[in-house]
């Protein structure tokens, strides 16, 4: 028998409980798994699932140290206790299996050292993707591409917020309440809403697909708050669909060439293979040579998906215990070996169409004067159109071809100046066909 102590009996802890405790028609392994400790914080709580008495505790400590236990599996959340307990479970011999892409994010590089020292496995498919398999793929299945791109929809709140406003025309914040009352959001949405879960977990697919690791504070991040129902109605006049899209790109194995890293509302052309992932759903397109492109997709989170893959973690560890010598070498396709950072390109060498809405005065040749700020920064623009006139401000939308961040920056602090412009109501980038 196997015994593995979980860490948090929540949402997925509960879902992991369940498939481990109902294994009919499911894999055989299963039978060799015992749930030998759960670790919460409220031992009155009501839970869904009955555990054998003296199996619930808040004494996690005694769950890492249990010379018993031999995979500890952490879904409690946030950065602390998370972390320490998983250093000290690795410390005591454990194997880690992990749902906690925050900590893996931040803290992948020390977890991984002490993992390799101690010759134990740390696996987190439902880290990204919830019960999409990614991460595995991304180890083993894809090992023989050089990957070029990871772009994905990792975030399901916003993306159902996105969804919400294009299909129904609401705004942001009608949608967001919306989304909390049928708990698809946090009461605390800032994790999804400003892109940071979305930045957590294209840091993890980064490191493993372009093999090195990532700081977590590279990757650039802007969320969703400023996107407006306007931007999106016009988007799909334009034959977009407004999607936050978490990117890393680059060339695998070429370490002088660096990684672009970053998360933001992106127009993406409505035929792209991503455009059609709506509401809570995930999707991951992944370039390499020779494969091209391939894409995941499902549900990114709830309780049987992610402890779907939770599950399939633990099942990975267990057919490997249950079929090797005591003191086995790590399989370097499950383990994480990468010592060297990537190099990350700031945001301004960044390459990439911009859509950006003026609003402005009613004064003769705005439109000229634009043209002549964009020009004069070597922004080349693809389409400029007036779309309306209402209490004497006229609304200007322009598209860009491929052009420099910084550049595009430089010709917007520029275009703010000019007399004819009210304000710079938007500006979203638009992915570009060689961006994928
Ligand atoms: N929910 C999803 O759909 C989803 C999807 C993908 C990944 N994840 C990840 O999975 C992990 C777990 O998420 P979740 O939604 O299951 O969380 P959750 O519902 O909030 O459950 C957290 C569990 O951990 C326990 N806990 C938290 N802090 C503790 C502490 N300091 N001491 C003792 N126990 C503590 C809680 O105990 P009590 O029950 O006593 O309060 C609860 O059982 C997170 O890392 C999350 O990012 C979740």
Wanted: proline fraction near 4%; glycine fraction near 10%; include cysteine.
């Amino acid at each position: 028998m196997f015994k593995v102590g979980l860490l948090g009996l929540g949402t997925v802890g509960t879902g992991a409980v369940k498939i481990l405790q109902d294994r009919l028609g499911r894999n055989p392994l299963l039978a060799e798994i015992e749930i030998a400790k759960v670790g919460v914080r409220d031992l009155a709580k009501a839970r869904q699932v009955e555990l054998a008495a003296g199996v619930l505790t808040q004494d996690l400590d005694s769950i890492v140290a249990d010379p018993e236990i031999c995979i500890v599996v952490e879904l409690l959340g946030g950065l602390e206790p998370a972390r320490s307990l998983i250093l000290e479970a690795i410390a005591h011999g454990k194997h880690i299996v992990t749902a906690n892409k925050a900590v893996i994010a931040r803290y992948g590089p020390e977890i991984y050292e002490a993992a390799n020292q101690a010759g134990v496995y740390v696996l987190l498919e439902a880290a990204v993707g919830g019960g999409i398999p990614i991460i595995k793929p991304l180890k083993q299945s894809l090992g023989a591409n050089r990957i070029a791109s990871i772009v994905g929809i990792v975030n399901g709140t916003t993306n159902y917020i996105l969804t919400q406003m294009t299909q129904a025309g609401a705004e942001f914040a009608d949608v967001l309440a919306d989304a909390q009352r049928l708990g698809y959001a946090e009461a605390d949405p800032g994790a999804d809403i400003d892109g940071l879960d979305a930045a957590d977990k294209i840091a993890i697919l980064a490191s493993l697909g372009f093999g090195g690791r990532v700081k977590r504070e590279d990757v650039y991040c802007e969320g969703v708050r400023g996107v407006s129902a306007v931007d999106i109605a016009y988007a799909e006049r334009l034959g977009f669909t407004v999607k936050l899209l978490a990117i890393a790109s680059g060339q695998q194995g070429d370490l002088s060439e660096s990684l672009q890293l970053r998360v933001h509302p992106t127009l993406l052309p409505k035929e792209h293979p991503l455009a059609s992932i709506n509401g809570v759903n995930n999707g991951i397109l992944v370039s390499g040579d020779p494969l091209g492109e391939v894409m995941f997709s499902g549900p990114g989170a709830g309780a049987g998906p992610t402890a779907s893959a939770v599950v399939s973690d633990i099942l990975n560890i267990v057919g490997i215990l249950s079929s090797s010598d005591e003191n086995p070498a790590l399989d370097p396709l499950l383990s994480c070996v990468h010592q060297h950072y990537c190099q990350i390109t700031p945001i301004e060498e960044l390459q990439t169409r911009f859509y950006a809405r003026f609003l402005c005065r009613d004064l003769p040749g705005v439109i000229g004067h634009l043209g002549t700020c964009f020009g004069d920064h070597r922004v080349s623009l693809e389409s400029i159109v007036q779309i309306g006139f209402q209490n004497e401000t006229a609304e200007i939308v322009v598209v860009t071809h491929q052009v420099r961040e910084g550049n595009f920056r430089a010709a917007l602090a520029e275009i703010q100046k000019l007399e004819g412009i009210k304000a710079i109501a938007s500006v979203l980038r638009v992915l570009s066909s060689q961006e994928v």
